[in-house]
């Protein structure tokens, strides 16, 4: 009960800080520190006046970061009233990070929130749960670092909340839920519509088996004992309130696991396994009822989990870092740049992943070219990037012409054009019949939508439909001759001459196909 109420006070804390980072670091540019700084103080004094009435609160300063876009606020301690909590309950945090960032290009924004020496006394927690920890060994909770991250995007309203943190001496944590669809409404019940994709926590063992192993009998702890016993007891305790099914898939995917943690104790990941086409609505039915909650979620533990990463071979990895690129397979070399891109397994490159990438960006593999384009615009190289973007334009949809427009901002007309005429000959030398669907193909091509981003090219087709009677031309011919009067001297002649150039082109193409 009074560890709920601690999170609850913490979290008021922490959200309605980051509504303030993100309002402090959008106008960094225009207020200097010092007015930053101040402006902090004040406000997280209301915050914390307001706080105050559900517990005692105390901190020792908050310090605003330009360079980094952090909000820090240091030595918070909280403690509930006695009358509402046992008597020594504190809750004490070194510092808490704040920071907000825009990701333009995705229309993704992204807050964290970072808390370090985190120490909860032993009388914040209920009774049953210490007992727990006395057999692990653990006298108080103390987390060194614990961190909150928070991606939501815009335009689907698509939203990832992830934690990651570190209980000292014992275990890592890690949780990571990822919601289709996540917004507030005007809810008594719950005051947000959620759609939940997946769900998943590992624990890391760092010390905290071995604490444990020896307060338990051996037929918790033997492999091939253990599983038929935690089976036995899990249906014991959920018999009354789970259908048999649910219990049994859940302990067949499951058991497996248990095993194989016991021979060799790494983690354990709880994962869920929720069909696609049925994503769980969350609502405050599903806490009430286990079955409905287990059933919905599918869940299934695994142990030693080491999904998506491939099996490093030294030999292999050595080739890469050399430069030897071409005695490594197309599916080696992309696994190999993501691995370098994240920083996962190895320590993170991407120079030597973006060599990997411009290889196979090459050969036309989509999967490479957008992550040749993420690398690109994180180093603000736009030029590379719209040029692989535009190549990225035939395979992919909505997303590539979005991108494509926001980076033609970043960059002057007469680059972009020099860039789109690099793909203009392949366009207009696509064989071409009499049933093409040309207006179909200028719309295409005009949006870069499925088909490689081009204004002449998308003008070309847009001639050769206007000829065929269809009349919706016009509005794509009319688009890209009127860019002329946005453009002056050089720019404007240069265009105009590839205008009549097309339009040659167009009447030949056309005459062939009569």
Request: aromatic content about 8%; proline content about 4%; hydrophobic content about 40%.
């Amino acid at each position: 009960m009074y560890l709920t109420k601690l999170v609850k006070i913490l979290l008021f804390i922490v959200l309605m800080s980051l509504c303030f980072s993100r309002s402090a670091h959008a106008n960094s540019e225009i207020n200097s520190g010092k007015l930053i700084n101040s402006l902090s103080n004040r406000i997280m004094e209301v915050l914390v006046s307001s706080a105050r009435t559900k517990a005692e609160i105390s901190y020792d300063s908050v310090n605003y970061n330009p360079t980094l876009g952090l909000m820090t606020l240091n030595n918070l301690q909280v403690a509930p009233f006695a009358r509402q909590a046992e008597n020594g309950c504190l809750v004490s945090v070194g510092s808490i990070g704040f920071t907000f960032y825009r990701e333009g290009f995705s229309s993704r924004d992204n807050v964290g929130a970072e808390l370090i020496d985190v120490n909860i006394r032993p009388p914040c927690l209920p009774i049953a749960f210490r007992g727990g920890l006395a057999i692990a060994g653990i006298r108080e909770l103390n987390f060194p670092a614990l961190r909150l991250e928070l991606s939501h995007h815009y335009p689907s309203s698509g939203t990832t909340v992830t934690l990651i943190g570190s209980l000292n001496g014992a275990a890592a944590i890690s949780a990571n839920a990822e919601f289709s669809y996540l917004s507030f409404i005007d809810n008594k019940d719950l005051p947000f519509f959620a759609q939940l994709k997946s769900l998943e926590l590992s624990i890391d063992n760092n010390g905290l088996w071995e604490n444990i192993v020896p307060q338990l009998p051996p037929s918790f702890t033997t492999p091939g004992l253990a599983s038929a016993t935690l089976t036995e007891a899990i249906t014991n305790s959920l018999d009354n309130h789970v259908s048999s099914s649910t219990i049994q898939e859940i302990l067949v995917a499951s058991s497996p696991a248990i095993d194989s943690f016991l021979s060799n104790p790494n983690s354990l990941t709880f994962r869920s396994q929720i069909p696609a086409q049925k994503q769980l609505v969350v609502e405050f039915e599903i806490f009430q009822n286990i079955e409905l909650f287990l059933a919905s979620l599918r869940p299934i533990l695994i142990a030693n989990d080491k999904r998506g990463l491939p099996q490093l071979s030294l030999e292999k990895l050595k080739l890469a870092i050399n430069g030897d690129i071409q005695s490594l397979s197309d599916s080696e070399l992309l696994s190999y740049s993501r691995l370098f891109i994240e920083g996962k397994q190895i320590p993170k490159n991407t120079k030597l992943a973006r060599g990997m990438l411009a290889n196979l960006a090459e050969k036309d593999f989509p999967d490479a070219i957008r992550m040749l384009v993420e690398l690109e615009i994180n180093d603000h190289n736009f030029k590379e990037a719209y040029y692989n973007a535009i190549k990225l334009s035939e395979y992919e949809g909505t997303y590539s012409s979005g991108l494509i427009n926001r980076l033609e901002g970043e960059l002057p007309f007469e680059t972009v054009i020099a860039i789109q005429n690099d793909f203009l000959s392949k366009i207009l030398e696509t064989p071409i019949q009499k049933k093409t669907r040309y207006f179909e193909k200028a719309h295409s091509h005009l949006n870069g939508s499925g088909a490689t981003k081009s204004y002449l090219g998308a003008y070309f087709f847009a001639l050769l439909a206007k000829a065929n009677g269809d009349v919706g031309a016009d509005l794509i011919i009319s688009k890209v001759e009127k860019i002329s009067s946005d453009l002056s001297g050089t720019d404007r002649e240069n265009w105009l001459k590839q205008i009549v150039s097309v339009q040659s082109i167009a009447t030949s193409k056309w005459m062939e196909l009569q």
